[in-house]
């Protein structure tokens, strides 16, 4: 089972590449690609619609302002679509959270934090380690090791 990580514009990417980076230490295998609901949408149908087909499990989808690709992401495909609100330069991410955050009911966003790709990777990696014990050892040491840094830090 692979990851799907898109974004509405390449003017993400310093955003999103966090998630790549972050599944790629993992060892978990993903797909990237810019993907527009608005300026791409027959594209977009396409793509979402054969998303489980190519093998997808998880669907992490950043985009900012208006921010419609995560809830159309979901309209599209019944996998769990993990939205990142991305910073943007007029409301400063606040329209991209409120847009993500707030889907009516019957189509959920699990919406992480403004710029959140790091924790969106992670969020993935702990649903994928629900059936995969070797991805749930990494996790583990990756918590522990976070909780080390933590304790051994002096000021
Ligand atoms: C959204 O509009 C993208 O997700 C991006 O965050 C924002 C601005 O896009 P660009 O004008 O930089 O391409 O679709």
Known sequence: MKVSIIMGSKSDWDVMSAACQTLEEFGVEYEKKVISA???PE???????????RGVGIVIAGAGGAAHLPGMAAAMTSLPVIGIPIKSAALNGLDSLLSIVQMPSGIPVATM?????????????????????????KLEAFRKSQAEKVLQTEL
């Open 43 to 53: 594209f977009f149908c396409e793509y979402m619609a054969g998303a489980r087909d």
């Open 113 to 137: 934090a403004i710029n959140g790709a790091k924790n969106a990777a992670l969020y993935a990696i702990s649903m994928l380690a629900l059936q995969d014990a070797g991805l749930a050892s």
């Open 38 to 40: 608005h300026r791409t």
